[in-house]
């Protein structure tokens, strides 16, 4: 009896524990939506990361801030990403059933296995020579764009984000994909609305935003593809369509298949590689020392392209749901229950990083900014490519560049994005 009515009091602790931690992570997670939040968000992962590795998220399920944590839920089988099967159970009233939600459950970085296997197969990877084609673009584009800032620079100050971040991604992907120029400025503002459907907390009008958006991109994409069934080319869009036929006999869920990989590569390839881009030159600018050392040491090109991954990742937030019952950092979790994987949190924790606040050339590449396990970016290599392509150019191309004010940051808690970089020559 004894022992029983200690068990008890355990629970009742345990119980008035989660409850005081999801009220003070709705007060950090108000902080966070701010825009001063959003513009140094780290003071309030630290925060969160005092309440332990594994948290109560404020409106269900957990929030994950230990990296080693983060590291082993994107690494095992026993974690999958909210799909279809898991969005239909949360209810028509809810975010998870947004048309644009639904319509993002049917492309590949929402799929579990078997489906997942079967896609990513057919959809390939950027091999050596798409990467020696796309670097082609991506080296003669970026020539073209800081030939362009530099010119607005000699005349006062220039967005650096505007002229330059946003500009070559869409080049070097729609230039992969055959995509027509005139397009292109189109489908970079589609995905920025359609991102917030992907957002850990969106809003009801940034959810219409997102169906909008999506409902735009669906209808581009699928005259796209019957345009490329009937005018084939070398395109990866034509290629995907053969591939397709041989798998898919009903040609219109073909196409549609063909449509939904088009999609998830431009919106994988846009707006966390451009968010990338702004991130790493505003950690060049902000700091003079910083242009100098590379400017005089290229070889640390890489080495300031992985730091600023870690320091300040596209992507803070990766949420997948329990397979199965289990125990996590000590914390009960249900089957189909989600965590939030707070890799931008995960990503400053001195269990894993020395002095996780300083920004270090020297520090050995280890960070989460790719997702992990059968998840992992497929586009990881060229968005390395595209950094280190412009980083490369810019400290040799140009006299050190100087901040003129400090960026402000969309209203965005999972994905990062700059909506300015002012600079001007120092």
């Known amino acids: 009896m004894a022992a029983d009515a200690q068990e008890g009091a355990v629970i009742v602790v345990v119980a008035a524990n989660a409850s005081h931690d999801r009220r003070s992570a709705v007060t950090l997670f108000s902080r966070l939506r701010t825009a001063k939040g959003q513009a140094d968000p780290f003071p309030i992962y630290t925060a969160l990361r005092s309440m332990g590795g594994v948290s109560p998220a404020p409106w269900g399920g957990s929030l994950v801030t230990s990296f080693d944590l983060c590291d082993q839920v994107l690494r095992s089988r026993h974690w999958l990403e909210p799909d279809k099967r898991w969005r239909d159970q949360q209810g028509p009233g809810t975010r998870w059933n947004a048309p644009s939600s639904r319509e993002m ?29 796309i670097g082609r673009t991506i080296s003669r ?66 959810l219409a935003r997102s169906d909008a958006a999506t409902a735009e991109l669906r209808a581009y994409f699928m005259d796209l593809v019957r345009h490329r069934r009937t005018h084939p080319g070398e395109d ?24 939904f ?18 991130t790493m030159t505003l950690r060049l600018v902000e700091h003079p020392e910083r242009w100098d050392t590379v400017a005089a040491r290229p070889d640390l090109v890489p080495a300031f392209v992985e730091e600023t991954l870690r320091y300040d990742p596209p992507t803070h937030v990766i949420s997948r749901i329990s397979a199965k019952d289990c125990v996590l950092g000590g914390i009960e979790i249900r089957k189909d229950d989600m965590v939030h994987l707070m890799v931008g949190a995960a990503h400053w924790d001195p269990a894993r990083h020395t002095d996780p ?41 140009l006299p050190r560049l100087t901040l003129v004010r400090r960026p402000a940051w969309a209203p965005r808690v999972a994905f990062r994005r700059l909506l300015n970089l002012d600079v001007a020559l120092a």
């Open 105 to 133: 459950s049917n492309t590949l970085p929402a799929l579990n296995p078997p489906d997942h296997t079967r896609i990513r197969r057919a959809a390939g990877t950027f091999g050596r020579p798409a990467l020696q084609r």
């Open 141 to 206: 584009t970026t020539d073209q764009l800081l030939s362009g800032l530099a010119e607005q620079l000699h005349a006062g100050e220039a967005d650096f984000a505007a002229l330059v971040s946003e500009e070559l991604p869409v080049a070097a992907i729609g230039d992969w994909l055959a995509l027509p120029t005139a397009d292109r400025s189109r489908l970079r503002r589609l995905t920025h609305d359609q991102v917030f459907t992907q957002e850990l907390l969106p809003s009801a009008s940034q």
């Open 236 to 259: 990866p869009v034509s290629g995907w369509i053969r591939t397709w036929d041989a798998i898919e006999p009903n040609r219109d869920k073909a196409d549609e298949a063909v449509y």
């Open 261 to 278: 990989l088009a999609l998830f590569v431009l919106l994988a390839a846009l707006e966390t590689t451009s968010s990338l881009l702004s």
């Open 357 to 397: 606040e300083r920004f270090d050339l020297q520090r050995k590449p280890d960070h989460l900014a790719f997702s992990g396990g059968i998840h992992y970016c497929l586009g990881a290599p060229l968005a390395r490519l595209e950094a280190q392509t412009l980083l490369h150019q810019l400290v040799r191309r």
